[in-house]
Nanobody
Framework: QVQLAESGGGSVQAGGSLKLSCVASGYPYSRHCMAWFRQTPGKAREEIAAIDSDDVTIYADSVKDRVIIFKSRDKTTLYLRMIGLQPDDTAMYFC??????????????????WGQGTQVTVSS
């Protein structure tokens, strides 16, 4: 059974930084895409960064200068390093895994497994 567990969210002031983590277990496929999404109440989930099993990365234009997505050496933990956080970054952040390679613009339909999310709150 695939399980994803996010951590690292919290409350920060504008301009601050956070590093989110997502521990993946039970995933048997060598080919994959792992991604970070975020969601605010009443809005659809926004894919902000993705990385595939060949370490090819994709970033949303809204965050590409402020975030880095990377994995641990053993590929069991996904990270999202965020800098220069602003109040608009306040959201629930989710990690997700797909059996397929990443596809730019594919959205949440590409992904098979989801974590429960970790809340990020940025105050001005």
């Amino acid at each position: 059974q695939v399980q994803l567990a996010e951590s690292g969210g919290g409350s920060v002031q504008a301009g601050g930084s956070l590093k989110l983590s997502c521990v993946a277990s039970g995933y048997p496929y060598s080919r994959h895409c792992m991604a970070w999404f975020r969601q605010t109440p009443g809005k659809a989930r926004e894919e902000i960064a993705a990385i595939d099993s060949d370490d090819v990365t994709i970033y949303a234009d809204s965050v590409k200068d402020r975030v880095i997505i990377f994995k641990s050496r053993d590929k069991t933990t996904l990270y999202l390093r965020m800098i220069g956080l602003q109040p608009d970054d306040t959201a629930m952040y989710f990690c997700a895994v797909s059996h397929k390679y990443c596809q730019e613009g594919a959205g949440e339909g590409l992904y098979n497994y989801w974590g429960q999310g970790t809340q990020v709150t940025v105050s001005s």
